[in-house]
């Protein structure tokens, strides 16, 4: 088991990256308990499939655990969903000693996460993230939130977890297109501050997507070791945290924009987001014609998405900018965007023009 220690002077905690941990989950969580009970809300799809081994392995350790099974989507990500799950937390008389776990994907974690940073004005949390995507970036860090009807995740908290634990085993049964959503989380850490990981992406990323145990440890390390980093560094997103937005404000203009339809989700909308910083960092003169197709041929190959979907290809660019400028970056109306310098660095490109964008719009996403 590998073990990254997010650390600064505000936070510590640990997140554990291995296989097979589900096993001895009650032992590894037991340390960061102040009581012997745990509330695990769930996705109900993760449910059947790991709640017989960690109900067995907290009973091992005499720990109560009371699952709470929930729908979970994009369209229910919202404050309804957090009155109602706080609703049946609380009704079981939850004190200040209690713990709360996230077991599933980035939108139920950062539903829990949020709905335990306002329990009792905030309860401990662990992480306990099943999908690839959530193990590389949403489970780490702190971002807690839900979606509004003006956008997404314009509700939320910087509250941390206790705990984070990866298990790879539970990729085992995630389907490969949410393996490849993931994906575009993970070569976001090469592309804006890490040129030897998209230089080892470029050689084993088909091995991650494909299984190779190994090769995922290795890949959601170095992606979480990244992320640290710059949580470490800028928690609150005052400064560099907004290079983790690479490929973001577009992406989200794209899911809402989309209604939120599962024929794009997150973290491909986050993909093709990314596609479109990178021709636009192109296009700008940021970086030249050969980085730009190092980037796309990756992407290609790898088999993420990389253009828009066929019921927005005639978007008019007005009205992708207007849902861009709900990001949560913009000031007074003004886009920020996050553009490429080289593989391994990115930058924060404040107040981008509209009319550029205009201008630009077909060229960067065709
Ligand atoms: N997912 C971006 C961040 O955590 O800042």
Redesign the pocket.
């Known amino acids: 088991m590998k073990t990254i220690r997010l650390k600064n002077k505000q936070i510590d905690y640990p997140i554990l990256i291995g296989s097979n941990l589900y096993k001895d989950i009650g032992k590894i969580c037991k340390k960061y308990l102040e009581k012997n009970r745990v509330f695990i809300v769930c996705d109900i799809n993760v449910y059947n499939l790991y709640r017989n081994e960690i109900h067995n392995s907290f009973k091992k350790t005499k720990i109560e655990c009371i699952f709470i099974p929930i729908a979970v989507s994009e369209k229910r990500k919202n404050i309804n969903t957090v009155a109602s799950l706080s609703s049946k937390i609380i009704a079981h008389s939850v004190d200040r000693k209690d713990t709360i776990i996230a077991l599933g994907g980035g939108i139920l974690g950062d539903i829990v996460g949020f709905t335990a940073s306002i329990i009792l004005r905030g309860i401990n949390y662990i992480q306990l993230p099943t999908t690839l995507l959530s193990q590389v ?2 489970s ?4 807690t939130g839900v979606n509004n009807i003006y956008g997404k995740n314009l509700l939320g908290s910087f509250y941390q977890p206790q705990l984070v634990i990866i298990d790879t085993n539970v990729l085992k049964t995630l389907p490969k297109r949410e393996l490849l959503a993931g994906y575009a ?1 993970i070569i976001k850490y090469g592309i804006i501050k890490d040129t030897k990981f998209f230089q080892w992406l470029q050689k084993n990323g088909k091995k991650v997507i494909e299984g190779n145990t190994n090769a995922r440890i290795y890949a959601i390390y170095r992606s979480c070791i990244n ?1 640290s980093q ?2 470490e560094a800028d928690e609150k ?1 005052h400064g560099i ?2 290079l ?2 690479l490929g ?1 404000t577009f992406g989200h203009a794209i899911e809402s924009l989309n209604n939120y339809k599962k024929n794009i989700i997150h973290g491909e909308a986050v993909s093709i987001g990314i596609i479109i910083a990178t021709k636009l960092s192109y296009v700008e003169g940021h970086i030249n014609k050969i980085t730009c197709d190092k980037i796309i041929n990756h992407f290609v190959e790898i088999g993420l998405k990389i253009s828009l979907p066929k019921n927005l290809k005639k978007i008019a660019p007005k009205k992708f900018i207007s849902e861009m400028i709900k990001d949560k970056k913009t000031v007074n109306k003004e886009i920020t965007l996050i553009l490429i310098k080289r593989i391994g660095e990115a930058f924060i490109q404040k107040k981008y023009s509209h009319n550029k964008l205009i201008k630009l719009f077909t060229e960067i996403t065709t």
């Open positions: 970036d949403s780490v860090g702190g971002k989380e992320k710059i949580v997103e945290r907004a983790l937005n973001h």
